[in-house]
């Protein structure tokens, strides 16, 4: 009897607790899963995994003592369970709310990766179509799409060429005029932004390529220093003297480079002119040697054609002789000025105080030329006599380091040049002593930190410090820029788009100037100088066409790689 009244009040406590569960089944969210059922499955799976090896009934017997245990407990805590379904409910509802702005936030973080995702995806893309100009014109295909995109892509550099030689041309002017009595020490900072733009250029292709090995330069050190002290003379003369140079007349002026390349080549080219005569002058007792150099002598070789070199014209065709003429006749006019000037010192005396000072800086400016054209054909010697693959920013990042500690060498030894014949006892305006002194005022000009009493009466030229390092940044950046446009348009295949990217650089540069100097007291010479100007700027253009016409007989080279051993020849041979 007692048996059979626990078994009853058993089996009515199982029922109970049954319903209980059912009607907590029904009361709670679809979405959440009754903890019950949570707890129970997974100490039943775990208790079968455990058991499993040892037999079916350990395991099935664990699984109902735990249930049966989890019943007792729901139909003992009967009172407590209203309670705990009711806060059950309200955490249920508050899981759904942050599920939901948990998945809502995911969205947009995953729709806001994909937009930008896209954009930089569109980026990249016109990136890489702007910047890979190799074989341009070679390219496959010759549809509409193909021809359109190969001229919008080498018009946006010739662009970006004619608006750098602008910059360029704009910038020089306007640092030399606001330092005046610190233009010397701009020569280090441009040498110095100018390596550290290239440096972290540099730097930044490493980390993208994920490749920080040095290459080999290709040619050796001592020439690149030989290149560099070159172009330090070049800078220096021209901030020296620019100062005191109308502003038209620095972009006019400073394309009397490429004439004197050409008079340089007569020298030293084998064909040269000049050389060619000392050549026949020692030579002349052996007239065998003779009859052989005129055997391999170009003249026979030579037919009147377009773009072919003249014998004895150091490689230049008549093109090149015409186009050097008729720049050197604009350079002449421009200069014409000046030269009357040393004839009568007083003549322009109504648009310049000091007409004798700014002739002589004029043609110290125009021998600043000769380095300049003489670093050109050194570099083309050097690069024809090694034939080596070069990497340009290497190169051009040791150049700018030597550039910057042959100025700094060399700027003490040229600091008195800074009051060139702006008296009759100019060496006295600045002297040596005072360089110290300089240094650390063109410091502090750069930087904004230079009072305005000694920038307008500290020394001889009065200076306007202001945005003067922002000057110089974007001086080196233009300097930049034109041989990244220069080296994109001539893998293009495009030399002659290059070529009429320079002469429109020098169009806008002249007109932006001309501007410039309409809003300064000095150099205002009157509608005939202006005149002048303008006819020296289309003789210039002309020439220049010209010129270019066709490209220099060594321009052009094939890279001389050292030849690989064979290795196996002995073997071969012994055997």
């Known amino acids: 009897m007692l ?65 049966n245990h989890r019943d007792y407990r729901e139909a003992s805590d009967s009172d407590d369970d209203g309670d705990d379904d009711y806060l059950s409910e309200g955490n249920d509802d508050d899981w759904q709310s942050q599920g939901t702005s948990r998945s809502s936030l995911s969205h947009l973080r995953e729709v806001s990766d994909s937009i930008f995702l896209r954009i930089w995806k569109t980026i990249k893309g016109c990136f890489i179509l702007v910047v890979n100009v190799e074989n341009l014109w070679d390219a496959p295909g010759q549809g509409r799409q193909i021809n359109r995109r190969n001229h919008c892509v080498v018009l946006l550099w010739f662009v970006i060429l004619a608006a750098s030689y602008t910059a360029e041309r704009t910038t020089y002017k306007l640092i030399v005029d606001r330092t ?94 000049f050389k060619r005569c000392c050549t026949r002058r020692n030579e002349s007792s052996n007239d065998e040697r003779i009859t052989a150099e005129e055997e391999i002598n170009p003249r026979i070789f030579y037919d009147g054609s377009v773009g072919t070199p003249r014998p004895g014209c150091g490689g230049l065709s008549v093109e090149h002789i ?34 004798l000072m700014t002739a002589y800086n004029t043609m110290l400016f125009v021998s600043s030329c000769i380095p300049a054209a003489a670093s050109q054909l050194y570099k083309e010697h050097i690069f024809l006599q090694y034939k080596q693959p070069v990497q340009p920013d290497h190169l051009n990042f040791i150049l700018s380091i030597f550039q910057f500690i042959f100025a700094s060498i060399m700027s003490p030894l040229v600091y008195t040049l800074l009051g060139f014949a702006a008296a009759d006892d100019w060496p006295t305006l ?24 000694t920038q307008m009466n500290g020394y001889y030229d009065d200076a306007n410090c202001r945005h003067s390092l922002l000057l110089v940044v974007l001086y080196a950046f233009s300097i930049i820029s034109i041989g990244v446009a220069v080296d994109k348009i001539c893998n293009a295949g495009a030399t002659k788009v290059m070529y009429r990217g320079v002469s429109a650089g020098i169009i806008l540069a002249v007109i932006s100037l001309f501007v410039y100097d309409m809003h300064i007291p000095y150099f205002s010479y009157g509608a005939a100088i202006d005149s002048l100007n303008l006819v020296c700027l289309m003789l210039l253009i002309v020439g220049s066409e010209v010129y270019h016409r066709v490209s220099l007989q060594d321009a052009t080279f094939e890279t001389g790689y050292p030849e690989v051993e064979n290795c196996f020849e002995e073997g071969m041979v012994s055997e």
């Not at 109970?16 to 019950?36: C, D, F, H, K």
């Not at 003429?325 to 000046?338: C, D, E, M, Y």
């Open 430 to 453: 600045y002297p040596s002593s005072d360089f110290g002194k300089n240094y650390g005022d063109g410091l502090r000009c750069f930087f904004g930190t230079l009072d305005e009493e």
């Open 180 to 273: 005046g009595p610190f233009r010397l020490f701009s020569v280090e900072m441009v040498a110095f932004t100018h390596a550290l733009m290239v440096g972290l250029g540099m730097l930044i292709s490493a980390i993208y390529r994920k490749d920080f090995s040095w290459q080999p330069l290709g040619i050796p050190v001592v020439d690149v220093g030989l290149m560099a002290l070159l172009d330090t003379v070049h800078m220096l003369l021209v901030f020296l003297t620019g100062y005191h140079v109308a502003p038209t007349l620095t972009v006019i002026l400073s394309q009397f480079t490429l004439p004197l390349t050409a008079l340089i080549s007569q020298f030293v080219h084998p064909d040269g002119y």
């Open 322 to 355: 015409s186009g050097s003429v008729i720049i050197s006749l604009a350079v002449l006019l421009a200069i014409f000025p000046s030269i009357y000037t040393l004839i009568d010192r007083n003549f322009f005396i109504y648009a310049d105080p000091l007409p």
């Open 3 to 67: 048996r059979q009244a626990l078994d009853a009040a058993e089996q009515h406590e199982q029922q109970q607790a049954e319903e209980l569960r059912q009607r907590r089944t029904t009361e709670r969210s679809p979405l959440m899963s009754p903890p019950t059922e949570v707890v129970t499955t997974r100490q039943g799976g775990y208790s079968s995994t455990l058991d499993g090896g040892g037999g079916g009934d350990s395991g099935n017997g664990r699984f109902s003592s735990v249930n």
